[in-house]
């Protein structure tokens, strides 16, 4: 999100508000709760996945969009000019992945369970931007959230798994017992506005 929503989002807020400064931290998603519980930020914007949701009682959530997971290919592999596939169509593919913490090996590993097989791990990659390059080489293939391709490598497509692989649910929160100040509500109704049909590029 930090390459995509979230610029456009300070963009519109800057227009709209130019005399309020903003101080905008990036982190890890328990870095950004743990800044959120300390009063060190106002608002945090926060992913999470269906099998690990955030915990309410922890913060309050306010849903903004869900991000798809999709398939990156390289520009020449067979299935790159497809609208969508299926993740049962990808048993025999190398996948490309993040380190093995990362969530969306969660995702890879879980999507591939149900269309019943098991990953086939060709390559660990620090970034999105590596993972994209490995792929654009046709060393394996990858999923991503879409919102963390806004900077797609030319040598890659983007292509649709549907309902196949899940998405990513986007939120923004805040701490229950702390009032926000009026420029931190003046911002999360400038994120709820831009989330309305938000789409990636």
């Known amino acids: 999100m930090g390459s995509s929503f979230v610029p456009l989002a300070v963009q519109r807020f800057r227009q709209l508000y130019p005399s309020i400064r903003m101080h905008i931290h990036s982190d890890r ?3 950004l709760i743990d800044k959120l519980e300390e009063g060190e930020v106002g608002l945090s914007l926060l992913w999470d996945y269906e099998w ?4 309410p009682s922890q913060v309050a959530l306010t849903t903004l969009f869900e991000d798809p997971t999709v398939l990156v290919v390289a520009a020449d592999h067979p299935l790159a000019g497809e609208r969508s596939v299926h993740m049962r169509d990808l048993a025999d593919e190398g996948w490309i ?3 093995e913490q990362h969530p969306v090996v969660e995702v890879l590993r879980r999507s591939a369970a149900a269309a019943g097989f098991e990953p086939r791990i060709s390559f660990e990659a620090n970034d999105y931007q590596e993972a994209q390059a490995m ?3 046709g060393f394996g293939v990858a999923l991503a959230p879409r919102t963390a391709l806004t900077n797609k490598h030319p040598g890659v497509r983007i292509v649709s798994l549907g309902d196949s692989a899940p998405p990513r649910r986007i939120v923004v929160a805040h701490r229950h017992d702390r009032v926000r100040a009026p420029a931190e509500i003046a ?3 400038v994120l709820l506005d831009m989330a309305q049909g938000y789409e990636p590029d």
């Not at 690990?52 to 915990?55: G, L, N, S, V």
């Open 135 to 137: 792929v654009s080489v």
């Open 29 to 31: 998603e328990q870095g």
């Open 52 to 55: 690990r949701r955030i915990d």
């Open 97 to 99: 992945i993040r380190s």
């Open 187 to 189: 911002f999360h109704e």
